[in-house]
């Protein structure tokens, strides 16, 4: 019998007894490749002696003070590190434990800022359908995954949904990308004026969706399009990047690949790469310039925001990856892996699409190629594939709900950025006989 109040208290977990690079490994000193970083978290990998030692020499110095009494160098110079590289304006950050702090103190922030300069009637957030921006209440309520807000809709604030930028399914025939994307920007647009644009704050969306619609990258010009319909409105635009940031793509920033600036950005996951929790909200100039000449006071805060040894854990996984260049590593093992599964699987006449950015991967299953027919949600067919994939040795996030939080099947693949080209090989390799043992075809 196990104490912990496991999230699936049915399922029996082996025990994790020890890591070491891409591997973690069971009580029997069996091996299973991390290619999914957890939940896209463990970027650096496992055991990084560098990060180890960061956290070790914090622990000697300052552990933990509380930010309403001191600051800590480690701190201050973590936020130099993102202000520094972060696109825009985006100078100010906020740190928190995690990704659904992160995007809490964010909606806050947003509303405290329309407060602050004298528009309190905008109170209404629109997200999109199939979006995932975390557990709490104020990130769920905003979130499009179904299957997760459903228990919880009476406990929920209202919020708004839009379609999802999701090409495979939804982009029409001789329909460009332009115009597929000039059509969405369309649909936010009608939505603000439906609202009212004097009553809308803000338009959140992840940069690249993560978990619930397995790595959705949006089409060119897209973020373009949803910017110049924030700016025209005076909507700000809040980009959730807690999964797909901080290098996951390639990029620091995954945005910067789109050519835009938001005035929001949140970041977790890859920010800590999993040594310690962390999260953080970057803030453009112009909202944090707002509270300081305002009340001079952001109405938010958590216990453990800028703690000091987390910031010394997330410092050293920034200076490890910048150093040792890794961001090309994730380009040129991305653009590996994607085209190696496309190889293997490209033709599987149950793998509807593989799409992608950098080491940020997701592979969609259908029922029929050609239709694009999901399978059948009783199957469950994306979690017989995660306990198929640990007989072999391999740890994927799946996810089921794919199309509409009930119909589709999914896995994302996030290995860590340290992988070198065999480990991509062997990754698709265990991924292949995976998926090919349940799916013939």
Not at 146 to 157: I, N, Y
Request: aromatic share 8%; with cysteine; net charge negative.
């Amino acid at each position: 019998m196990t104490h912990v109040f496991h999230r699936n208290p049915r399922q029996t977990l082996e025990f994790a007894v020890r890591s070491e690079g891409i591997r973690l490994f069971d009580r029997q000193g069996r091996g299973y490749i991390d290619a999914s970083g957890g939940a896209a978290v463990s970027c650096l990998g496992h055991g990084h002696p560098d990060v180890i030692a960061a956290v070790k020499k914090q622990l000697d110095e300052v552990a933990y003070a509380h930010s309403s009494f001191f600051t800590t160098q480690v701190c201050e110079d973590l936020a130099d590190f993102l202000a520094q590289r972060a696109p825009g304006d985006l100078n100010h950050v906020y740190f928190v434990s995690g990704g659904s702090e992160a995007v809490e103190a964010a909606l806050k922030l947003a509303r405290q800022y329309f407060v602050e300069i004298g528009q309190p009637s905008r109170r209404h957030f629109i997200a999109r359908r199939q979006s995932y921006h975390g557990n709490t209440l104020g990130a769920l309520a905003i979130g499009g995954n179904a299957w997760r807000r459903e228990p919880f809709l009476p406990l929920l604030v209202e919020a708004h949904h839009v379609s999802p930028c999701y090409a495979y399914r939804d982009q029409q025939p001789g329909e460009t990308d332009e115009q597929y994307a000039q059509r969405l920007a369309d649909e936010l647009e009608a939505k603000i004026l439906e609202l009212g644009p004097q009553n809308v704050a803000a338009f959140v969306a992840e940069t690249v969706v993560g978990a619930t619609a397995g790595v959705l990258p949006p089409v060119r010009t897209y973020f373009q399009r949803i910017r110049e319909v924030c700016d025209r409105h005076g909507v700000l635009l809040i980009l959730d990047e807690v999964m797909s940031g901080m290098g996951r793509t390639g990029r620091l920033f995954a945005c910067e690949e789109d050519g835009i600036a938001p005035d929001i950005v949140t970041i977790a996951k890859g920010l800590g790469a999993g040594y310690q929790p962390i999260g953080a909200m970057l803030a453009s100039s112009r909202i944090y310039d707002a509270i300081v000449q305002g009340s001079g006071f952001f109405q938010h805060g958590h216990t453990y925001m800028g703690h000091a040894t987390a910031c010394a854990a997330a410092l050293a996984v920034q200076q490890v990856i910048e150093r040792d260049d890794l961001l090309q590593n994730v380009l040129n093992r991305g653009e590996q892996l994607r085209a190696a599964l496309r190889r293997e699987l490209g033709e599987h006449p149950n793998v509807g699409d593989i799409r992608g950015r950098g080491l940020f991967v997701g592979v969609e299953f259908v029922a029929d190629r050609a239709d694009k027919r999901a399978l059948d949600p009783k199957l469950r067919t994306h979690a017989v594939l995660k306990k198929r994939a640990m007989e072999n040795g391999l740890m994927m996030y799946p996810m089921g709900g794919t199309i509409d939080g009930v119909r589709g099947d999914h896995v994302l693949l996030a290995p860590p950025f340290i992988c070198t080209a065999d480990d991509i090989e062997e990754i698709v390799a265990r991924f292949t006989e995976t998926v090919r043992g349940l799916l013939p075809g």
